[in-house]
């Protein structure tokens, strides 16, 4: 049985939806309790990897999150039948996935990705740090050789005054609006939490095999009972549940 991820046990599912596989299986829900999880059938005697695989993994779960809330699963997360979904990863791990559920609830998460331009970056640190400037102004034209050392300590400088411009920027842009955003430039306690519940999630893998279409994007595996669909994203920003397993 292969989990795509676990979900509020509220929701309910629509028909007609395949994801991995060969033939794709149909998505559909194993409940506990509260919770349920995204499953479908699949051969274990053929390997996963296509990147239609991927693609639909990816899919189910991106669709998912316009309607509840989703602790994506791993990529190959497969286990026996729909009785050990439901006991060994819904029942044993029930408060800590209802728990990150309800701190998803009404949240949804923007991947920002920003560059420098490094040009602007290197004078801007060359003016701000006088010990970089001499660095360069002694290195400029020298003998590459002769000057090795005076490089990479040039080098260390700049690297570590890039990383605390990474942090500092992006404490400033979260900063703008403290009321509605919450984010991390690298590991915290969730990402933490998160690395904690994939590791019950057991994987299989393997070399890919024919092409074959799957699930296209505007399939929804989920209407939630009672409510209307979460914001979407649009154009280039997508969103994923903030915890990821994988």
């Not at 049985?1 to 149909?26: A, Q, R, T």
């Not at 274990?44 to 994506?72: C, F, N, R, S, Y």
């Not at 990529?75 to 559920?101: I, K, M, P, S, Y």
């Not at 006088?130 to 590459?144: C, K, Y």
């Amino acid at each position: 049985m292969y989990v795509y991820g676990i979900v509020p046990g509220d929701v309910k599912l629509n028909s007609g939806v395949h994801g991995v596989g060969d033939p794709p299986g149909e998505i559909r829900l194993v409940r506990s309790g509260d919770l349920a999880a995204l499953v479908s059938e699949v051969d274990i005697t053929k390997p996963l990897g296509t990147p239609d695989d991927l693609q639909a993994h990816q899919e189910i779960l991106d669709a998912t999150v316009i309607d509840a809330p989703v602790l994506p699963s791993r990529f190959g997360a497969v286990l026996t039948n729909e009785e050990a979904v439901a006991a060994e990863l819904l029942d044993a791990n029930h408060d800590e996935f209802a728990a990150a559920l309800r701190q998803l609830e009404g949240r949804v998460e923007y991947i920002v990705r920003g560059r420098y331009a490094e040009q602007a970056l290197l004078e801007e640190i060359l003016s701000e740090n006088s010990r970089a400037a001499r660095l360069r102004d002694r290195i400029s034209g020298a003998d590459p050789d002769a000057t090795r050392e005076l490089r990479i300590q040039l080098g260390e400088i700049v690297n570590n005054a890039v990383a605390n411009k990474r942090q500092n920027d992006t404490r400033d842009l979260l900063r703008r609006d403290e009321g509605s955003l919450r984010g991390q430039s690298g590991p915290d306690r969730d990402e933490r939490d998160g690395r904690r519940l994939r590791r019950r999630l057991p994987h299989r893998g393997g070399p890919g095999r024919r092409a074959r279409a799957s699930c296209p994007g505007p399939q929804r595996p989920l209407a939630r009972a009672g409510g209307a669909a979460r914001p979407r994203a649009d154009g280039a920003l997508r969103f994923r549940g903030q915890r990821r397993l994988t």
